[in-house]
């Protein structure tokens, strides 16, 4: 999973009093901005001391430095290209599940890491794309014209409509180009992406988790760190360059437009440095009310639901080597997901966040409502909207929970792959043939989710989860068949009910069990369908969900729609000198910034980096989390890191002030000259609603120092071959 400034500041302050800007926290250092966004902020990046120009960042007729960095899937992590042969480096934690698929208990690149020591070696990894930006292009005219006198309700089909053709176009332009149209300011503008996508992409090396893990969930999130969280991989192409499935034998290396040069001079305090990625989501233009009830209700979910499943699944992980790597890469991001909520949680309830958000509110309402005209454009969208948060607080509340608690376990996801098989059970006249064919399409299907099945920690899981569920959703708001099932299972309480009733579903189903599966697979019949008691359970939650839950959701979501844009149309209006960045939305962003310490909390102090000696500190054989490879400690003891350290020491992880979030993971940290001087692996702790408002007294980037990473490749793997692929500069 998952950041800029300086100018903005110096703005007058006369101005900002008579714009009403004072309450409005707009600070040098925050803004993801769009690569078309550029050329309007040059100057404050300058300021801040950037010295290329806007065009050798982004540019669509010559190589830029945008051709440099890749989006991983769509978006799931960042990566950037650093040698004229596709190598590419981006986050340990972004290629955590390609190395746990190619991972056994025999072959554990887990825990031991592991290096293609020549091409031939490198591994494939189906189904994983890496792309490029070709371009980038604001096509809010062209929507605009396609909605003028469409009424609301019909406004997202429109929308949608025009957006893939928008984007179809794009794609018909060249092999391997997909185009991506995406609404920012809740829908005020709409701009395209055109990528070319890559399609053989392949794992060349990774530290073992002691080094690209290290600290674990315990430092996760958290500064100061001592984590080489980085790994390797490569693009392949077609023999001309084009994008090509994974061959072995015919695709070749990527020959890249542009790739980033590796600074091994490393930064120093106060050094410019951004960032180029695709930030998933941010959610900077949220109401106060708005906060409050996502408080209330997702970041509560999350707590409860992944809380107790992860906790579940790791008491399982501890006993077998077997699950422990399985589960390894859902358990990390399980837990990463969690790590974040908690700490968003914490900060919510005591950053005053919800305090400065309704002093911005209480400017925006008085200037809407000082003039008939803005009052008739914008009504009243911040009572509008809390309005209908209000409304839908519980209906929101029961949803979220029940999905997690009922919808999303495992006896369910399988009833969902056989939906063939179910059609052709339930068939007025059926049909021998359809149903075998239906019968093998699920058990290749199934095959896939069964590499990550453990029935005995299935049943765990939803047994705590459903008794979780039961503790905070009333019976009066619980679907009726729930509480009807729940009155036939024996059992005291609550608790002994849930375990009851898990034990049911996960020993008599065949939903839940690899044996009884494979019998009814090969004999289906529409009366064991029937009877089966999973089969029973998945059937109601899955009506309850598509008949009640999302009709009512969808319904709740095209409400507020409306309000939530012109909630931002007014404040853009309202801050109509102000440079806006939208929200982060898995699109190509750049943060700039500077290298810069922060105080945590009273009487302490942060340094802005990290040496090898914190490793040895932080050493604890006793704790999975803080192991440190023999053959790490011994070259660190040795403190011989020439070129890549001096005077004995070399340097971890830095901290900037750069603006990312879940999705720059991977990103290159680059220095002045847009060279290569570190990647960007996480977030602070004292930053944790940085998402949700951007505090530039202690919002920090989190990143891997670029000597760290060649030293490990270098000196600990034997990789040397890697990093003289790649163009260091001093
Ligand atoms: N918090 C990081 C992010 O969301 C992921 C860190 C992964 N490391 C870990 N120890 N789980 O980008």
Redesign the pocket.
């Given at each position: 999973?998952?950041i800029f400034f300086r100018a903005l500041m110096l703005r007058s302050i006369a101005l900002m009093l008579v714009l009403g800007l004072g309450s409005t926290h707009v600070r040098a250092d925050e803004g993801m901005w769009l690569p078309i966004q550029l050329s309007k902020i040059e100057s404050r990046m300058k300021e801040a001391g950037f010295s290329l120009s806007a065009a050798d960042l982004y540019q669509i007729n010559q190589a830029a430095v945008k051709d440099a960095i890749v989006r991983l899937g769509g978006g799931f992590c960042t990566a950037e290209i650093v040698s004229d042969q596709g190598l590419v480096l981006t986050?340990h934690?972004c290629a955590y599940d390609l190395i746990q698929n190619h991972s056994t208990v025999e072959k554990d690149y887990l825990t031991n890491g592991f290096w293609a020591m020549n091409r031939a070696q490198e591994l494939p990894n189906p189904g994983l794309t890496a792309s490029t930006l070709v371009r980038m292009e604001d096509v809010t005219n062209r929507m605009n014209d396609s909605l003028r006198n469409v009424p609301e309700a019909q406004r997202g089909a429109v929308i949608a409509k025009v957006s893939k053709i928008i984007a179809d176009e794009a794609s018909a332009e060249k092999k391997g180009y997909q185009g991506d149209v995406r609404p920012i300011f809740y829908g005020n503008q709409f701009i395209l992406s055109v990528y070319m996508v890559y399609k053989d992409v392949r794992l060349v090396g990774a530290p073992p988790s002691s080094i690209g893990?290290f600290?674990?969930?315990t430092?996760?999130?958290m500064w100061p760190r001592h984590?080489g969280?980085f790994s390797v991989l490569r693009i392949y192409t077609g023999p001309n360059g084009e994008s090509a499935e994974y061959d072995s034998l015919r695709n070749i290396p990527l020959k890249p437009n542009r790739y980033l040069s590796v600074c091994t001079s490393g930064v120093q305090n106060g050094d410019y440095t951004m960032v180029m990625g695709y930030p998933g989501t941010t959610n900077r233009y949220l109401s106060a009310d708005n906060l409050d009830f996502n408080l209330a209700t997702v970041n509560m979910m999350v707590e409860d639901m992944i809380g107790s499943r992860m906790q579940a699944y790791k008491e399982d992980m501890d006993k077998d080597d077997k699950i422990r790597i399985a589960l390894a890469s859902t358990y990390?991001s399980g837990?990463?997901t969690y790590?974040?909520y908690q700490g968003q949680s914490l900060g919510l309830r005591k950053d005053g966040l919800g305090d400065k958000k309704r002093a911005h509110e209480n400017g925006l309402r008085q200037w809407i409502s000082s003039d008939p005209a803005r009052v008739a454009l914008y009504g009243q969208p911040l009572e509008t909207l809390s309005g209908l948060l209000n409304q839908y607080r519980n209906d929101y509340r029961k949803m979220i929970y029940f999905r997690q608690a009922l919808g999303n376990q495992a006896f369910v996801r399988h009833f969902r792959i056989m939906g063939d098989l179910q059609k052709a059970l339930e068939a007025k006249k059926p049909d021998e043939a359809k149903t075998m064919a239906a019968a093998k399409s699920t058990r290749d299907a199934l095959k896939e989710n069964m590499t990550e099945y453990f029935q005995a920690t299935e049943q765990k899981a939803f047994a705590r989860m459903l008794r979780v569920y039961l503790d905070r959703i009333n019976a009066a708001d619980r679907p009726p068949f729930l509480n009807d099932l729940l009155k036939k299972t024996e059992g005291e309480n609550d608790k002994d009910r849930s375990k009851e009733l898990a034990k049911i579903i996960y020993k008599e189903s065949f939903l839940t069990n690899p044996e009884l599966m494979e019998a009814f697979l090969s004999k289906p019949s529409a009366k064991k369908w029937k009877k089966d008691p999973g089969v029973q359970l998945a059937l109601s939650i899955n009506d309850y969900t598509n008949q009640v839950l999302m009709p009512a959701d969808r319904k709740a979501q095209a409400e507020q729609a409306p309000v939530r844009r012109q909630l931002m149309a007014a404040n853009m209006a309202y801050q109509s000198q102000r440079i806006f960045a939208p929200d982060a939305n898995s699109t190509l962003r750049l943060t700039y910034g500077n290298i810069k310490s922060y105080v945590p909390r009273d009487g302490v102090d942060y340094k802005w980096f990290t040496t090898h000696s914190g490793i040895l500190q932080k050493e604890d054989p006793s704790s999975e989390e803080f192991i440190v490879p023999n053959k790490l400690k011994e070259d660190l003891s040795k403190g011989d890191f020439v070129p890549y350290g001096r005077d004995g020491e070399l340097v971890t992880c830095f901290i900037s002030n750069n603006d990312i979030t879940?999705g720059?993971?991977g990103s290159p940290v680059m220095n002045a000259r847009a060279e290569l001087v570190g990647i960007a692996?996480?977030?602070n702790w004292e930053s944790m609603t940085g998402d949700l408002m951007f505090n530039d007294k202690v919002q920090r980037t989190i990143s891997v120092d670029i000597r760290y990473v060649l030293f490990v490749m270098d000196r600990f793997a034997g990789a040397g071959h890697l990093v003289r692929e790649m163009k260091l500069v001093p």
């Open positions: 999973m998952k986050n934690h893990k600290g674990g969930d430092d996760n999130w984590t969280d990390a837990m990463n790590k974040y879940g720059n993971s692996f996480d977030g």
